[in-house]
C-alpha cells in the first residue's frame, strides 16, 4: 500500500558523492522501516542500508559502512541514501523498499520503487 518512487541516480566519478531519494505516497509512512538495495547487472538484488520508522536505527551491509548514510524525512514522506566515496563496484540500479518489520532480505519488503542507476565510472 506504500508507492515508492526513487530519484536521484547517475554517472559519477569513483570517489565522488550522490545523493538518493525516494519518495513515498501511502499511509503511516513512520510506522516503515526503509531500506535500501542494489541490484548489479547478473547478480542478486542485495541489502545496503535499512532506517526504522522514527530514525532511532539504521543498519548497514558492511560493503557500504562508513561510506553510505541513510536518512529519513517523515515529514516529507522520503527516504533519502546519501552515498560518498563512490566505488565502481557500487554501480547498480538501486531500490528503495518498505517493510513493516526490521528486515534485510529483499523478499520480505512489500513496497518497492523501480530502481535508479548508479554508474559510477573509473
Known amino acids: 500500500q506504500v508507492q515508492l518512487v526513487e530519484s536521484g541516480g547517475g554517472l559519477v566519478q569513483a570517489g565522488g558523492s550522490l545523493r538518493l531519494s525516494c519518495a513515498a505516497s501511502?499511509?503511516?509512512?513512520?510506522?516503515?522501516?526503509m531500506g535500501w538495495f542494489r541490484q548489479a547487472p547478473g547478480k542478486e538484488r542485495v541489502f545496503i542500508a535499512l532506517?526504522?520508522?522514527?530514525?532511532?536505527?539504521?543498519y548497514y551491509a558492511d560493503s557500504v559502512k562508513g561510506r553510505f548514510t541513510i536518512s529519513r524525512d517523515n515529514a516529507k514522506n522520503t527516504a533519502y541514501l546519501q552515498m560518498s566515496s563512490l566505488k565502481p563496484e557500487d554501480t547498480a540500479v538501486y531500490y528503495c523498499?518498505?517493510?513493516?518489520?526490521?528486515?534485510?532480505?529483499?523478499?520480505?519488503?512489500?513496497?518497492w520503487g523501480q530502481g535508479t542507476q548508479v554508474t559510477v565510472s573509473t
Open positions: 523498499a518498505a517493510s513493516e518489520l526490521m528486515r534485510t532480505n529483499a523478499d520480505d519488503f512489500g513496497s
Open positions: 501511502g499511509r503511516l509512512f513512520s510506522t516503515y522501516y
Open positions: 532506517i526504522s520508522g522514527l530514525a532511532y536505527n539504521t
